[in-house]
């Protein structure tokens, strides 16, 4: 029993040092360095590593309007202006183009708000429903 133990030693002693032989001079090639270098395996003292924790990034999710005051600032452009897109209409609210897009979307789906959705080209524009 002794014996097959102190043969698992010598052979991991063994692979250490042949790993760290091979770390260091693959490492000399490939970076022109012919100092001395230790590789991190072989060395005598422990290494620490430090954890920077980094504050989480959060979206301001609040918005300082709510939906029927984004609804009237859209009826009032349109009615100025005459055709209102998602980028004029993200940049007026505050609003992301996608929150944007939906919000106008749900606008023009709605039967009972004045707004319909066209196409101009490929850009989608919304425009004040023609009163019949």
């Known amino acids: 029993m002794k014996a097959i133990g102190k043969i698992k030693i010598a052979m991991v002693v063994a692979a250490m040092?042949?790993?760290?032989?091979?770390?260091?001079?693959q490492r000399w090639h490939?970076?022109?360095?012919?100092?001395?270098?230790?590789?991190?395996?072989?060395m005598a003292y422990p290494t620490h590593v430090t954890v920077v924790a980094k504050p989480v990034v959060t979206t301001h999710i609040s918005n300082r309007l709510n939906q029927k005051e984004r609804f009237n600032m859209a009826m009032a452009y349109l009615k100025s202006n005459g055709s209102l897109t998602v980028k004029q209409?993200?940049?007026?609210?505050?609003?992301?183009k996608e929150t944007a897009k939906a919000e106008l979307d749900a606008f023009a789906a709605d039967k009972s708000k004045p707004i319909v959705s066209t196409y101009n080209g490929k850009k989608q524009i919304y425009l004040l429903r023609k009163r019949t």
């Open 30 to 42: 490939r970076h022109g360095y012919h100092g001395h270098v230790v590789h991190a395996a072989c």
């Open 17 to 25: 040092v042949f790993a760290c032989g091979s770390a260091n001079a």
């Open 89 to 96: 209409y993200s940049k007026m609210t505050g609003l992301t």
